[in-house]
């Protein structure tokens, strides 16, 4: 099948970290940017984080900028986000994108071609 699948998510106290992870299966992530989006319950989706997919330049939205990092390795066909300093804010369910549009992994989440069904990242003391 063609498909994107996230693991890694789970239950932390404020302060701690996870790495979330985004693995294609069926196709080559090589050939797309990466975006992370997340949504909490009641709230609109909302964009975490991209990679580009020929230099694999990563950009982050303010609200996470200094304490997640995104990554690829395309030898594995997986993207990474690389969650620190976690808050009671970023409880959300958290899903992958793969597309070819810098709007639609970086920003809208719209021009995408495969989404993942997402994990859930609980941050509760």
């Known amino acids: 099948q063609l498909e994107l699948v996230e693991s890694g998510g789970g239950l932390v106290q404020p302060g701690e970290s996870l790495r979330l992870s985004c693995a294609a299966s069926g196709f080559s992530l090589e050939s797309y940017g990466i975006g992370w989006f997340r949504q909490a319950p009641g709230k609109e989706r909302e964009w975490v984080s991209c990679?580009?997919?020929?230099?694999?330049?990563?950009t982050y939205a303010d609200s996470v900028k200094g304490r997640f990092t995104i990554s690829r390795d395309n030898a594995k066909n997986t993207v990474y986000l690389q969650m620190n300093s976690l808050k009671p804010e970023d409880t959300a369910v958290y899903s992958c994108a793969a597309g070819r549009t810098y709007d639609g992994i970086c920003r809208s989440g719209y021009d995408i071609d495969y989404w993942g069904k997402g994990t859930l990242v609980t941050v509760s003391s």
């Open positions: 990679i580009s997919r020929a230099k694999s330049v990563p």
